[in-house]
């Protein structure tokens, strides 16, 4: 019986971790690919597309859309409760704090330097006020990608693998999941290369885990990480960050070798206190 319900149970999380993918891509790809392959139709009806359009917003919200709807249907609105209730986990060992804060900035001011460029962004004309505005705006992109990547997609991995591979394919996942901005006019992405962008999904989304791991499952961790990676106080420095991060990686994982490769102690809970739910 044991055996049956666990052959069950990993079934159900395939299920649920299909399904998280499916709607994910489907929201993204659908909305991008409509500017891609149609631009001058969906421009004509809905406008040109940009960073601060509301159908670049619900592009990126897919991962956070596509989350709700799995816990929605796993747990009810009770578990739409629990699982927000993951927003309030913020103790961290204090060295985890430090690279959120100190060394991710470190980061791209070594990166920019090395390409000729400035330790911060310039400011625009109109002074530090429209960056400032733009620091909080970024709080409603990338962080809310979070409810789906770490919040689903990570716990439900790690039923199955170690954290550094779950992180390895949800960083995979994650750089595809982007592609087709890069064939998008009117985005940052489209003046950046992917190769570099797509190694530095794959290495952000492995440096997030055991921070994600330590914090017992908190979503407020990696959306501050999140939110860190996407400050427009810092300087462009593609794509000498990524190469940087990849050393920085390197050491983060070797440090945490005795839980980043092994599924001991590894959050595994999309909802809290529901079992492996």
Known sequence: MAVLLASQEKRFGSALLFGFL???????????????????????????????????????????????????????????AAFLSRLLLWRLPAPWWGFILIVIPLVYMAGSLIKGGPLLAPLPP?????????????LLLGPIEEFGWRGVAQPLLQRYVAPFWAGALIGTVWGIWHLPAFYLAGVVFAEWSFL????????????????????RGSLLIPMLFHWQLINPFWPDAQPYDTWILVGVAAVVVWWNRETIFTRAGAVTEVIPGEARS
């Open 22 to 80: 499916v709607i994910t891509f489907a929201i993204t790809w659908g909305v991008i690919g409509s500017y891609i392959f149609w631009p001058d139709a969906m421009t004509a009806r809905f406008g040109e597309i940009s960073g601060a359009h509301p159908f670049f917003f619900l592009a990126t919200w897919a991962p956070a859309i596509a989350a709700f709807s799995v816990v929605l249907y796993i747990g009810g609105l009770k578990g739409v």
């Open 126 to 138: 109109e002074g530090i006020g429209p960056v400032v505005a733009l620091m909080f705006m970024m």
């Open 196 to 215: 570099p962008f797509f190694v530095g999904n794959i290495v952000l989304a492995i440096l997030v885990t055991p921070m994600f791991n330590a914090s």
